[in-house]
Each structure stands twice: as C-alpha cells, then as structure tokens.
C-alpha cells in the first residue's frame, strides 16, 4: 500500500479548525459565550503556527534526503 508523506503543517491547520468549530459550537448550544470576533486571532495564530511547522518538516525532510543521496525536487520513499 502506498503511503503519503507526513505534513505536520497541515495537521495543525486541521486542529486549529476543529477547534474553531468547537468553540463555535460550544458557543451556539449555551455553554459558554464566544465574542464574534474571536475566531480571527485563533485562526491568524493557528496558520503562523502552521506554517512555523511546515517549514521546520520541510527542512527535515530536505536534511534526510541529502543524507540518503537522494536528487532535490524527487519524492522521498517512505519506509515503514
């Protein structure tokens, strides 16, 4: 079976909207109050992060490769 690469980026921008959604959620059935406004520092802060994140996978990823020999810009194989 084939597997994809790890992108931690995008695993924190996928919590970072579930969040939101609880939030929201928790909001609209009474069990705390949520100002409008909140979910824009919440998602500005959960993209940097995100993005923080991506990067800092990118660079592993790039250092493991070199290390392995492997030409820039290929797929890297994924062992299990």
Do not use: N, S
Request: aromatic share 8%; hydrophobic share 50%.
């Amino acid at each position: 079976m084939l597997r994809h690469e790890f992108q931690p980026g995008r695993l924190v921008v996928g919590l970072v909207v579930v969040l939101a959604g609880v939030v929201y959620a928790g909001d609209a059935g009474g069990a705390w109050e949520t100002p409008w406004f909140a979910i824009f520092p919440l998602l500005v802060g959960g993209l940097f992060l995100a993005g923080v994140v991506g990067m800092a996978g990118r660079g592993v990823r790039r250092r493991r490769a070199g290390a392995e020999g492997v030409r820039k810009g290929e797929p890297t194989e994924v062992r299990p």
